[in-house]
């Protein structure tokens, strides 16, 4: 439904040309919701932006619905954009029309009968749980309402494509998890294709079906969801399911972690589970094929897109031929492991 | 006070209230417009067109860095071609109408500038023309802020228009000086400058509330 062919953004030129964009291939198949996520100043918003052309890319095509919108003129542009429903970080609601008027805007704009209008809006401020507000005015309504307002007036248009940037960033976690079902159930009741762009994991778990890493404009890494959030490819997709699961390691032991190994030294793992290892008793079989002492520091189980993970940070106590065993055997199972460290036995 | 001199205020009241209502209403109509001008064709706006603004731009600070007592001489030919004369009430409306307008222009581009580019951006996402945008989002959303200017550029007006005397539109300026000043009648000075400060109250409070009940920030 939306393809991007090595599209490639750059603002300004000669020696202070920045790339925001560099070479991005995307597709994203009708009815699925694909989300973008990356750190800030990764390109994200310009990616968004570059799918309705509200940014025009310096390189590249894009595809909605099979029409390439890079080759069209102004005004069939803004035909084609009638395609592409877009909710933003800010809502971006016109203070000085009411509920009903600001979903109504994108139906005057085509010049649509006020009937038509009409029958047009009633609907989808009764799908977004709005239909009490209609006569109110955005200032008098929370930000998840104010979203709402923002969905159903780029529902109006009846889009094939909606696109979100940062669309749950400015609200509270409560308030979010209620925008994403509403996302979700129009992806499923209405067939619409979603892409959203942002920084939060939480949102990639909820209702995402694909995901893709942006970093320094380029895209890193894309997967089913339930494959990142198991075994991200990249160092910073890592890092950002890291950050999700919270799973640092304590404080108290980033202190006393040694880089190298010494003589009298243990070494702390970073396991991460998933698919089978999950339910294999893998740290009773270190205890007694290896004579290990595992001390579990932290772990921690999720469950993503029907999909287990597990987590733990452990400290493996052995001697250390025992340890290099001990690890062998753990990498030769299907988990990921990470040595964070060494610390200083204190047996 | 004399029967007299209350008619005297009262024909000045009316010739200041006719000369502020004249140019400010041609001033709104042209300001406006030019000062959405100035805004759309700023860099990176909706209708970008660098020459043609710096060329709108240099005029409007021209027409507001002209005296307004050397603009109501300095344009006399262009008076009297538009209303047949040089002197009198309405001749005195069109040098403070020429004032007004790049005055009512920067304001209203101002006044645009507050509106936020989220906006603007939304709109072109549903596929709005410029004009559109013009029409359905910025002179609405700027809408509080050009009443405010406009209520500025009206009370501005009133004070200008005491000037006025210099070519005989009359108005409560030109009394003020006349009959207060020249012939040193404290009195009517007075009462001149307190209907002035009633004046400027009203206007003022009319636009205030115009804005309020406009506005639904």
């Known amino acids: 439904m939306i393809t991007l062919e090595r599209v490639s953004k750059t603002y300004g030129s000669g020696g202070r040309a920045v790339q925001a964009l560099e070479d991005i291939d995307l597709t994203v198949p009708k009815g699925t919701i694909h989300g973008v996520i990356g750190l800030s100043g990764a390109g994200k918003s310009t990616l968004i932006r570059c799918v309705n052309l ?9 595809f909605v619905d099979g029409q390439e919108l890079t080759a069209l003129d102004a005004a069939q542009l803004r035909q084609a954009r009638h395609q592409c429903g877009m909710i933003f970080q800010h809502f971006n609601l016109l203070t000085n029309r009411s509920v009903y008027d600001n979903v109504a805007l994108p139906l005057e704009l085509m010049r649509e009968s006020r009937e038509a209008i009409r029958e047009r809006v009633m609907p989808l401020l009764e799908l977004t749980g709005l239909a009490d507000k209609a006569r109110q005015y955005p200032a008098e309504l929370s930000g998840g309402q104010k979203q709402r307002v923002a969905i159903a007036r780029a529902l109006a248009s009846r889009p094939k494509v909606l696109l979100c940037d940062e669309a749950t960033s400015a609200l509270d976690p ?8 509403l996302l979700q159930e129009i992806n499923q009741q209405l067939g619409l294709t979603i892409l ?9 778990k909820s209702i995402c079906h694909r995901v893709g890493l942006i970093s320094d404009g380029r895209l890193v890494e894309e997967a089913d969801v339930g494959d990142f959030f198991t075994a991200p490819a990249t160092r910073l997709g890592r890092e950002f399911l890291n950050d999700f699961l919270e799973l640092e390691p304590p404080q108290a032991l980033v202190e006393r972690l040694e880089a190298e190994a010494g003589p009298h030294t243990h070494p702390v793992v970073r396991l991460t589970f998933s698919g089978d290892s999950v339910s294999t008793p893998l740290i009773s079989r270190l205890a007694r094929e290896h004579g290990i002492d595992v001390s579990i520091l932290q772990a921690k189980v999720e469950s993503i897109q029907g999909r287990t993970l597990g987590l733990m940070i452990a400290e493996l106590m052995g001697g250390a031929e025992q340890t290099r065993q001990a690890l062998a055997t753990l990498e030769s199972f299907d988990l990921h492991v990470e040595v964070l460290g060494h610390v200083q036995r204190t047996d | ?11 000045s009241t009316l010739e200041t209230l006719y000369m502020v209502a004249v140019s400010g209403l041609i001033a709104a109509l042209l300001g406006v417009p030019l000062g959405v001008l100035l805004y759309v064709t700023r860099p990176r706006q909706i ?14 600070n021209v027409g507001r860095s002209i005296p307004f007592i050397i603009l109501l001489v300095a344009i006399i030919p262009f008076t009297r071609m538009i209303v047949g004369s040089s002197i009198g009430t309405n ?9 007004a307008i790049p005055f009512v222009a920067r304001l209203v581009e101002g006044a645009l500038n507050e509106v936020s580019p989220g906006l603007v951006e939304a709109a072109q996402s549903m596929g709005a023309t410029p004009l559109q945008i013009i029409l359905k989002v910025l002179l609405p959303e700027a809408r509080g802020g050009i009443i405010n200017g406009l209520t500025i550029t009206v009370v501005a007006l009133v004070s200008y228009s005491a000037m006025a005397g210099a070519v005989g539109g009359g108005g409560l300026g030109d009394l003020g000086i006349r009959y207060g000043y020249n012939r040193f009648n404290p009195t009517v000075m007075l009462i001149t400058v307190v209907v002035l400060v009633v004046m400027v109250q009203l206007f003022q409070s009319l636009g205030d509330y115009l804005v309020r009940k406009s506005d639904h920030k």
Request: no cysteine.
């Open chain 2, 1 to 11: 006070m004399s029967s007299a001199l209350i008619d005297l205020v009262w024909q």
């Open chain 1, 54 to 62: 509200l940014e025009r890319p310096s390189a590249g095509r894009v």
């Open chain 2, 91 to 99: 001749a005195a409306a069109v040098p403070l109408t020429i004032a």
């Open chain 1, 196 to 204: 959203l762009i942002t920084h939060e994991m939480e949102v990639v």
């Open chain 2, 47 to 60: 209708l970008a067109q660098p020459v043609i603004n710096t060329l709108l731009g240099v005029i409007t």
């Open chain 1, 174 to 181: 409560q308030t979010t998890t209620s925008i994403l079902s």
